[in-house]
Nanobody
Framework: QVQLVESGGGLVQPGGSLRLSCAAS????????MGWYRQAPGKVRELVASIASGGNINYGDSVKGRFTISRDDAKNTVYLQMDSLKPEDTAVYYC???????????WGQGTQVTVSS
């Protein structure tokens, strides 16, 4: 079992930046992939970015070139740097970890990101 705690959401103007953090605890050595998903009202949850234990990184098409995922293994923390934010980036952002051989999904509580002038 892995516990995930997010921080860093908030209100930002279009074109601005935010950085989200996700600190993991528990069975961290069993984490295969960590990443971020988001869900806007009335829409399905979608992948924003992920980083595998081996370093492979994936981005959702809508954020490529604007968002950057990174991790600090010493702090068991994954970051999402979000630049050039748009109103359509407004959503609840969830930290995700795929854990173990059976690939269990662990989720954080979510953090609201609102992009508005």
């Amino acid at each position: 079992q892995v516990q995930l705690v997010e921080s860093g959401g908030g209100l930002v103007q279009p074109g601005g930046s935010l950085r989200l953090s996700c600190a993991a605890s528990g069975s961290i050595f069993e984490i295969n992939i960590m990443g971020w998903y988001r869900q806007a009202p009335g829409k399905v949850r979608e992948l924003v970015a992920s980083i595998a234990s081996g370093g492979n990184i994936n981005y959702g098409d809508s954020v490529k070139g604007r968002f950057t995922i990174s991790r600090d293994d010493a702090k068991n923390t994954v970051y999402l740097q979000m630049d050039s934010l748009k109103p359509e980036d407004t959503a609840v952002y969830y930290c995700h970890a795929q854990v173990g051989r059976l690939k269990f999904n662990n989720w954080g509580q979510g953090t609201q990101v609102t992009v508005s002038s």
